[in-house]
């Protein structure tokens, strides 16, 4: 059942040293400031899954707090390479980072698994590739139907799956829309979930296309108007695009983005 807390009181009961986290988003209401309160707190060992790891998984590779990646694609998107990533991956900058590659497809397959409680997805996606031969949790099924080759893969669950969201209610339910990507899936397929809104009101007023999370599939909703800075949240925010063009001079230099760390995350 859904209770509502701050920021950092959530991030300090659900996200733990060691912990698989999933922080999604795509383009739009990514939550930025849980990630930011994740290195606030410093914590480590952590396995972190998204279908597209952008400039918060940069940031927090570059903090420290990762040990491997679970992921489809990843970039600063518009602008180029993820700067902190590519440093971790190649030459072990702050701490290793061990990689698991899917495709889009997988990986979103593999929330839906993991949200409808079953042990594996199977999809036709990865044929004609070579990502089977380079990741371990890629595996060949035939359809006991047709006898056809397909692929499997296995669900997420992550231990703790953290979404923005444009609102909530004061009971906890959730309410959000646009872009809406694979939230949903990953919130019902964590075994703790944090939402950061925009607001809490006293109701949800119908919106149409909105996905509504009953408070009984979340844990805990904190209200960080600017949760999803420098990404947009539609109704209350625009994309910050200077942002993402500024973070690649800051993440192409380990000094420049250890300065930026302590002056825009470490001391807010």
Same mark, same amino acid.
């Given at each position: ?47 972190? %899954? ?5 400039? %918060? ?24 390479s993820l700067h902190r990533f590519r440093d971790a991956v190649r030459k072990g900058w702050p701490a290793p980072l061990e990689i698991e590659e899917h495709s889009h497809a ?15 997805? %199977? ?88 996905? %509504? ?56």
């Open positions: 059942m859904a209770e509502i807390t701050s920021l950092s009181d959530a991030v300090a009961e659900l996200v733990r040293d060691g912990d698989t986290v999933a922080l999604e988003g795509f383009t739009h209401l990514i939550p930025v400031a849980a990630g930011h309160e994740i290195i606030r707190q410093r914590r480590r060992g952590l396995t972190l %899954v998204r279908m597209t790891p952008d400039i %918060v998984y940069d940031q927090l590779i570059g903090a420290g707090c990762a040990a491997r990646l679970v992921f489809s694609w990843a970039g600063n998107p518009g602008v180029g997988g990986m979103a397959n593999r929330y839906v698994a993991g949200a409808s409680g079953l042990p594996f997805a %199977v999809l036709r996606g990865y044929t004609g590739t070579d990502l089977a031969a380079q990741t371990a949790t890629i595996k060949p099924i035939a359809c006991p139907f047709t006898g056809e080759l397909l692929a499997a893969v296995p669900a997420l669950n992550p231990d703790v799956g953290i979404v923005h969201a444009q609102r909530a209610d004061r009971a906890g339910n959730v309410q959000f829309w646009g872009i809406t990507g694979v939230q949903k899936e990953v919130v019902l397929a964590s075994r703790r979930s944090l939402v950061t809104v925009e607001e809490i009101v006293d109701e949800l007023a119908p919106r149409p296309g909105a996905v %509504v999370l009953p408070q009984w599939t979340v844990t805990r909703v904190a209200r960080v108007p600017g949760g999803a800075h420098p990404s947009y949240a539609m109704g209350f925010s625009e994309r910050d695009n200077d942002y993402y063009r500024e973070w690649d001079a800051i993440s192409r230099d380990r000094d420049a983005f250890t300065r930026w760390l302590e002056e825009s995350v470490l001391a807010a």
